[in-house]
């Protein structure tokens, strides 16, 4: 005779161990999972620890009414002075190849430095100063530890005399290590250790400014009516079939769109942010739509049956009463997308935003690249300066993408009417 009790007993016990066993292989699966996301960012961040230094060389320059005009400071020759000053700390330096070398270890950007501290200092004038410019990206990855001089001479880039050179210069303390600000004021460069993130910062931000001031309203309107005024008939039923398809079409698919009816039927201006965000707002849309009018379901009835009860129009019903409790849930929804627009690179690359873009954009049709992209290109860049670029770039755009969802947390619960 079977024992159905001891039988129940068993299946029971069985189940538990295996729910038990469950709910830890899933404890186990986030926990792998956050682990991978830390070791992603760790690595990122530490890969780009070093575009946040800047090395310095100190050169004495000689900025007498010989070589300067105060009158005219802007005709004089800084290039020459800088190498000038260059020859002048290492006069043992008379092949026309090593003096070659020698100014490679200053950056390209060291005239400009000069011009920019006079300016800044007229009393500079007048003397032999001690000038502190920007190394070439070569000396600071070989003062900063990153290059391996253990391998033969023509295996690297820094030869043998300009680590005799810098050796020297770091015995009477003429070599420094700084925080590197111009990585988040300066704009593009050929050269990795003047390159920065400003312009890309700010043609991403007037890009997502256009964006939003486009598809947020239109996003909005186009979930109210569908949700609430639009009939359920076939053509209802299509927009949102089409809504949904929208939603899941590759990004570049919205880039290729952009090209062909914004710059070549419209004819607007090449890689500008008014371009950029027009593309992203199309990309955006959809998902905007498809999280507004699921908000909008979220609603509980009785709310807009009460206020029609009472006497309101279906208008005002809606915008008085049901179009409040669901807007936390379509502003989450509007910063959700915008993040997605933040990240994708795609769309971009076809209306023109790859260009190399040096100046910081003044307006919406000036000439602007977004961070994406140029990471995208820092990225391809043989340079190993770059990847340090790249690295850093990367945890901006982490860091800007976190601070919007964050934004979209604390709208939904100041904003969030609970009942």
């Known amino acids: 005779m079977i024992d159905f009790t001891k039988s129940a007993g068993f299946n029971l016990a069985a189940r538990h161990r295996a729910e038990t066993r469950f709910q830890w292989m899933g404890k186990g699966a986030i926990l792998l999972a956050l682990a991978f996301l830390a070791w992603l960012i760790v690595t990122i961040a530490v890969g780009g620890y070093g575009a946040t230094k800047l090395v310095q060389i100190a050169i004495p320059?000689?900025?007498?009414?010989?070589n300067i005009d105060p009158?005219?400071?802007?005709?004089?020759?800084?290039?020459?002075i800088v190498k000038l000053g260059l020859r002048t700390r290492f006069p043992e330096v008379k092949k026309r190849k090593d003096k070659k070398k020698l100014y490679n270890l200053l950056s390209t950007e060291a005239s400009f430095e000069l011009k920019r501290a006079i300016l800044a200092d007229p009393k500079l004038l007048g003397g032999t100063r001690k000038i502190w410019f920007t190394a070439s990206d070569t000396l600071s990855l070989y003062v900063r530890g990153k290059t391996n001089v253990s391998v033969p001479e023509d295996q690297r880039r820094i030869s043998d005399k300009e680590i005799a050179w810098a050796a020297d210069m770091q015995k009477n303390a003429e070599?420094?290590?700084?925080f590197n600000w111009g990585f988040f004021t300066h704009g593009d460069s050929r050269e990795p250790?003047?390159?920065?993130?400003?312009?890309?910062?700010?043609?991403?931000a007037?890009?997502?400014?256009?964006?939003?001031?486009?598809?947020?309203?239109?996003?909005?309107?186009?979930?109210?009516?569908?949700?609430?005024?639009?009939?359920?008939?076939?053509?209802?039923?299509?927009?949102?079939?089409?809504?949904?398809?929208l939603a899941a079409v590759p990004s570049i698919v919205f880039g290729l769109l952009g090209l062909s009816i914004f710059l070549g039927y419209f004819g607007l201006p090449r890689s500008s942010p008014l371009v950029g965000g027009m593309v992203l707002s199309l990309m955006t849309l959809p998902t905007i739509i498809i999280a507004s009018r699921a908000s909008l379901k979220s609603v509980p009835p009785s709310i807009k049956e009460a206020a029609l009860a009472l006497g309101a129009t279906p208008v005002q019903a809606v915008f008085h009463h049901v179009f409040p409790v669901a807007l936390p849930g379509m502003l989450t929804g509007a910063i959700i997308g915008m993040a997605r627009a933040l990240g994708d690179t795609a769309p971009l690359l076809m209306i023109g935003m790859?260009?190399?873009?040096?100046?910081?954009?003044?307006?919406?049709?000036?000439?602007?690249?977004?961070?994406?992209?140029?990471?995208?290109?820092?990225?391809?860049?043989?340079?190993?300066?770059?990847?340090?670029?790249?690295?850093?770039?990367?945890?901006?755009?982490?860091?800007?993408?976190?601070?919007?969802?964050?934004?979209?947390?604390?709208?939904?619960?100041?904003?969030?009417?609970?009942f």
């Open 206 to 245: 007037l890009s997502l400014a256009v964006c939003f001031l486009l598809s947020f309203p239109l996003g909005i309107a186009a979930a109210t009516y569908l949700e609430q005024f639009a009939p359920a008939n076939r053509l209802s039923d299509i927009i949102e079939v089409n809504i949904n398809n």
């Open 193 to 204: 250790e003047i390159a920065g993130i400003l312009a890309a910062l700010i043609g991403t």
């Open 71 to 80: 009158n005219n400071i802007a005709a004089a020759r800084f290039g020459k």
């Open 354 to 418: 790859v260009a190399f873009i040096v100046d910081i954009p003044k307006s919406i049709l000036a000439p602007a690249t977004a961070l994406p992209v140029q990471i995208f290109l820092w990225s391809d860049s043989p340079e190993r300066g770059f990847m340090e670029k790249t690295s850093a770039a990367i945890v901006v755009l982490l860091i800007f993408l976190i601070a919007m969802n964050l934004i979209a947390i604390l709208l939904r619960r100041k904003l969030e009417q609970r």
């Open 175 to 178: 070599i420094r290590t700084v």
């Open 61 to 66: 320059v000689d900025l007498s009414a010989t």
